[in-house]
């Protein structure tokens, strides 16, 4: 018996809740695991290259994009737009890949209205104020700026009891351990054996 299909993954959290690191550590643990490539109309970060930690588009660009059908999800988020692009999602699932989704909580509603088969994670700070350190620490935003993600955070931590998992990022170790085991219990769900397919 086999399990071919892979499991989409939906993760959300805070701005500098330290989604990024949870789950490039749980990458390093896994050998099945593919990272979803955003499209943003936000500018690149120092260190970030197009088309590995997002594809960077202008406004018209990715209104183009939403026309065309292109994205299996997208929202807008402090000022920028954010999409998943759909095709390189399926073809990694039907490859039998786990397929993590890291996205805002709009673009995750969309997503788990649409696939209602995903499996979906709020990844949380320790607290608001260690949060507030974390954004401070980066370095990458002005104060106005700040103020406005911990507003946003007020209202995404809100919303964490509509997803089926919630994991406190207060180690990433253990964190990652955490998220690591949510993936492999997803896999062996019910609904990812082939229909029909004899268990004895």
């Keep these: 018996m086999t399990n071919k299909k892979g499991v989409l993954v939906i993760v959300s959290g805070p701005a500098g809740t330290g989604k990024g690191t949870v789950i490039g550590r749980v ?11 955003s499209a943003t109309t936000r500018a690149p970060r120092p260190g970030e290259t197009d088309g590995v930690n997002y594809y960077f588009k202008t406004r018209e660009e990715f ?24 095709g390189p999602v399926d073809e990694s699932l039907s490859a039998g890949l786990n397929v993590i989704l890291e996205i805002e909580v709009q673009g995750a509603a969309q997503v788990m209205a649409r696939r209602p088969d995903a499996v979906s994670v709020f990844l949380a700070p320790p607290s608001l104020a260690e949060l507030e350190s974390r954004l401070r620490g980066r370095g990458t935003e002005d104060d106005a700026t700040i103020r406005r993600r911990l507003d946003t955070a ?26 690591d085991a949510v993936i492999t219990a997803g896999r062996c769900r019910s609904m990812y054996y082939p229909e029909g397919e004899n268990l004895l």
């Design 154 to 179: 007020r209202g995404e931590l809100a919303l964490a009891k509509g997803y089926q998992y919630i994991i406190v990022n207060d180690d990433v170790e253990t964190a990652a351990r955490e998220l």
């Design 63 to 86: 209104e183009t994009m939403i026309g065309a059908g292109a994205f299996l999800e997208y929202a807008e988020y402090v000022g920028n737009l954010y999409g998943t692009p759909a």
């Design 27 to 37: 990458g390093e643990l896994r050998g099945d695991l593919r990272y979803s490539v």
